[in-house]
């Protein structure tokens, strides 16, 4: 018994499969009547969206309408869930093809960006956190359609005299979608706060990215226009270029307030 793809995906020689007969000596199993039906409830099971497996296990299982009404429904919850999912994914697809038609340039645009609850990949270049917040980050990852692996810079970090920023990794997800998370998430997450935010789209390299000079065009442009950073910065970042030697395009969303006396 095999797949379209070619692969077994039940024990021919157990008693538990779509084929019920014994083998004979043969070699071959005739095919009865009672085999053709199975195999028939089976694809209709694999219709609903039941995998190979549980669709077998719920033929060999006793026959119970409440339980097979129960069985449905958490199937039409899952699915639903999964659809929700790919909704998310295809509209970040499409976000992306369109900052890719910019080439690259330097962008800057006032917007509105609601908070987001995060939590730490690392501190800086120390990734140790991820271990003791290993739980909600493996959450996040079965959530990675609405949630995003980018980073903060602390505006402290941005605003001293070092040479480079040393940028928090992060896990994030819009305050908006909360309800995603389970009552533990929510209950071990940061809150990232944003509001009127200054985007700041950029391509650099992974070197250029951390160095505060890459960054003179943002603090022409804020005091070109009377603004000042009022927290933290968001970064999300494209990863055009995996093996790290070309340019990623960068978003960077940066908390603005009117410069006092402006």
Do not use: W
């Amino acid at each position: 018994m095999v797949t379209e793809e070619g692969k077994r995906f039940t024990n021919e020689n157990n008693q538990h499969g779509l084929v019920l007969s014994d083998r004979m000596e043969n070699g071959y199993r005739v095919f009865t009547p009672e085999d053709a039906f199975r195999s028939n409830a089976f694809r209709v099971l694999l219709q609903y969206g039941f995998s190979i497996s549980e669709a077998i296990e719920m033929l060999d299982a006793k026959q119970d309408t409440a339980e097979f009404r129960e069985s449905l429904q958490e199937q039409r919850q899952k699915l639903e869930r999964e659809r929700i999912l790919l909704d998310y994914r295809q509209r970040r697809i499409e976000s992306v093809l369109d900052v890719l038609e910019t080439d690259g340039k330097v962008d800057f645009k006032l917007v509105h960006i609601p908070d987001q609850l995060y939590v730490n990949a690392s501190h800086g270049r120390d990734f140790t956190v991820s271990m003791e917040n290993e739980k909600v980050l493996a959450e996040y990852y079965d959530l990675l359609s609405i949630t995003s692996c980018a980073r903060i810079i602390t505006r402290e970090n941005l605003l001293d005299d070092s040479p480079a920023v040393d940028p928090d990794y992060i896990n994030t997800v819009s305050v908006g979608e909360e309800h995603f998370l389970s009552p533990y998430a929510r209950e071990h997450v940061k809150r990232l706060r944003l509001g009127r935010c200054l985007r700041f789209r950029r391509m650099v390299t992974r070197e250029e990215s951390i160095q505060k000079e890459t960054f003179d065009g943002l603090f022409e442009h804020l005091d070109a226009h009377g603004l000042t950073i009022c927290g933290d910065i968001l970064i999300m970042p494209t990863f055009l270029n995996l093996d790290g030697e070309g340019s990623d395009i960068e978003v960077l969303y940066v908390p603005v307030e009117e410069t006092a006396g402006a």
